[in-house]
C-alpha cells in the first residue's frame, strides 16, 4: 500500500477510538452530570428563600428575562417562583451589580409575596480577596441584614450604604462593593414594586 | 533500554525530585500558579494532570511503531485531548465541588506542556513499562508540587489547612480548620504564586547542595553548585 495512504488510514483509525471513547464517557456521565447541576442549583437557590414556606422546586419554574428588563444588569435575568398551594409565595431574582470593583457581581435577591425580602445571597463575584469577598455568606453575616426589609423599611432614599446616608453597613476596607450590592438590591425592590402583576403571572419554562 | 526494577525506580525518582516538571522544567506553570490557592485544590489538579500524563505515556507507547513522522505530533494531540475531555466529564459528573473550584484549569490540561514533553521526549522512544513509570514520576512531582504550594499559599494567605479538602471525596466544599483568622493576603494573591513557586525552587537547590557538599561552603562554592545544579536543569531539557 501506497505509504501517504497508509498513513492516512493509521490518523483516521486513531481518531474514530479517540471520539468513540470521549462520546461512551459523555454518555455515561451526562445525567448524571444534568443532576449535578440541578441539585447544585437548588442549593444556591434554597438559601436566599430563607423561612418562607413553599412547596414548588425552586429551579422548576424560571423565567428568562432579555435585556432590557429593567432589572439591574445588562446580561439576561433570571426570575425563580416559587408556590404555596398554588398560590404564589417568593420570588428569586438572580441580576448583576454592574457598579463594584472588578466585574460585575451576580446576585440573588428573595421577595415574598408581600414585597419584602426572604434572603439575598451572592451568586458570582470577582472582588478582591479578603476585602470585597466579605459580602459571600460563608465569609460573613453582611448579608443577613437584609431578610424582613422592603421598600418602604427602610424608605427608598436610605436604601444604600452608610457611607452614602444610608441604613446598611458597608464591609471594613470596602465600600464600593457592598455600595453596588445594596444598589442592585434596592433597584430589584423597585421593579418588584412596578411589575408585582405579572412577576408571578408570566408564563416559565422549566429548567 | 532494560525494564529492570532499579531504571524504573531512577525513572519514577527522576520524576519526582530530579527532573521535577514545575521544579527543574519549569512546565505547566499556568496551572501550577494558577489553582494553588489551596491544598485541596493544588491536589485536585495535581491528581488530575497525573492521570492524564500516566495514561497519554502509556497510549504514546503503545502506539509508537505505528505512527510515522508525519502525523505523530497530531496523534499526540488526538490523544491528550480524547483524555482530557473524558476526565473532565468524570470530574464534573463525580467531584461536582472540585469541578466547580477549578473551573476552566480542568479542560486546560490539555495545554499543559508537560505532557506534550513527555510524550515526545520519552514515551515515543521507550517501551510501555518505563513510559507508564515516567509518566507516574512526573505525575506524582508535578501534583506533590502543587500540593505543597497550595498548602503553603492557604496557610500563610487564608490562616487555615485543608480547606475544601471535602471535595476531593465528591462531597461539598467542606472540612479544613482554621489556624489563626485570616492571614497575609498577599499569598492567596496572584504574586504569591510566582514568591512560592520561587521559594521552592530554592527549597530544591539547597537541599541538592547540601546533599552533593557535606561541608559548608563559601559563597564561592554555592555559587558555583547552583550554576551547576542550574546548568544541568538545562540540559535535562
Known amino acids: 500500500m501506497k505509504r501517504w495512504l497508509t498513513t492516512g488510514l493509521t490518523l483516521a483509525a486513531i481518531a474514530a477510538v479517540c471520539v468513540t471513547v470521549v462520546a461512551a464517557t459523555h454518555h455515561l456521565t451526562a445525567g448524571r452530570i444534568a443532576e449535578n447541576r440541578l441539585a447544585f442549583l437548588e442549593s444556591r437557590l434554597a438559601p436566599a428563600l430563607g423561612t418562607v414556606d413553599y412547596d414548588t422546586r425552586p429551579a422548576a419554574d424560571a423565567i428568562t428575562l432579555m435585556p432590557p428588563h429593567g432589572l439591574p444588569g445588562n446580561e439576561p435575568a433570571t426570575i425563580y417562583r416559587v408556590y404555596r398551594d398554588r398560590q404564589p409565595a417568593a420570588a428569586l431574582f438572580a441580576v448583576s451589580a454592574r457598579n463594584g470593583y472588578a466585574g460585575p457581581i451576580r446576585v440573588l435577591v428573595g421577595i415574598d409575596a408581600a414585597g419584602a425580602i426572604t434572603g439575598v445571597r451572592i451568586l458570582e463575584h470577582e472582588e478582591t480577596p479578603g476585602l470585597g469577598d466579605g459580602i459571600e455568606a460563608s465569609r460573613g453575616d453582611w448579608v443577613e441584614q437584609f431578610p424582613g426589609r422592603s421598600l418602604g423599611d427602610p424608605p427608598v432614599e436610605s436604601w444604600s450604604v452608610r457611607a452614602d446616608g444610608g441604613r446598611f453597613d458597608q464591609l471594613t476596607g470596602a465600600t464600593i462593593t457592598p455600595r453596588a450590592v445594596v444598589g442592585a438590591i434596592r433597584d430589584t425592590l423597585v421593579y418588584f414594586e412596578a411589575n408585582k402583576d405579572t412577576v408571578f403571572s408570566r408564563p416559565g419554562s422549566s429548567e | ?131 507508564i513509570f515516567d509518566g507516574i514520576g512526573m505525575g506524582t512531582g508535578f501534583a506533590c508540587l502543587l500540593a505543597a504550594i497550595g498548602a503553603f499559599r492557604e496557610l500563610i494567605g487564608a490562616g487555615s489547612v485543608l480547606t475544601g479538602i471535602g471535595m476531593l471525596g465528591g462531597q461539598e466544599a467542606q472540612g479544613g480548620f482554621a489556624i489563626i483568622d485570616g492571614g497575609w493576603l498577599l499569598a492567596v494573591l496572584p504574586p504569591g504564586a510566582f514568591f512560592s513557586l520561587a521559594l521552592a525552587v530554592a527549597a530544591k537547590n539547597a537541599v541538592d547542595n547540601r546533599q552533593r557538599r557535606p561541608v559548608t561552603g563559601g559563597m564561592t562554592r554555592l555559587r558555583s553548585a547552583a550554576a551547576g545544579s542550574a546548568q544541568r536543569g538545562r540540559e535535562s531539557q
Do not use: H, K
Not at chain 2, 17 to 37: E, I, R, S
Not at chain 2, 65 to 70: A, G, I, P, Q, V
Open chain 2, 1 to 131: 533500554m532494560t525494564t529492570d526494577s532499579p531504571t524504573l525506580t531512577a525513572t519514577f525518582r527522576r520524576g519526582l525530585w530530579q527532573d521535577n516538571p514545575g521544579l527543574v522544567q519549569l512546565l505547566g506553570l499556568c496551572p501550577l500558579l494558577a489553582v494553588t490557592t489551596s491544598l485541596a485544590n493544588g491536589l485536585g489538579l495535581g491528581l488530575a494532570t497525573l492521570a492524564v500524563l500516566t495514561a497519554s505515556n502509556l497510549l504514546v507507547s503503545l502506539s509508537r511503531r505505528f505512527l510515522s513522522r508525519e502525523i505523530r505530533v497530531p496523534v499526540y494531540v488526538l490523544i491528550i485531548a480524547s483524555l482530557v475531555t473524558s476526565v473532565e466529564l468524570l470530574i464534573e459528573a463525580y467531584l461536582p465541588a472540585l469541578d466547580r473550584s477549578l473551573g476552566i484549569f480542568i479542560p486546560l490540561i490539555v495545554t499543559n506542556c508537560a505532557i506534550v514533553a513527555r510524550a515526545e521526549v520519552f514515551a515515543s522512544r521507550n517501551p510501555v513499562l518505563p513510559s
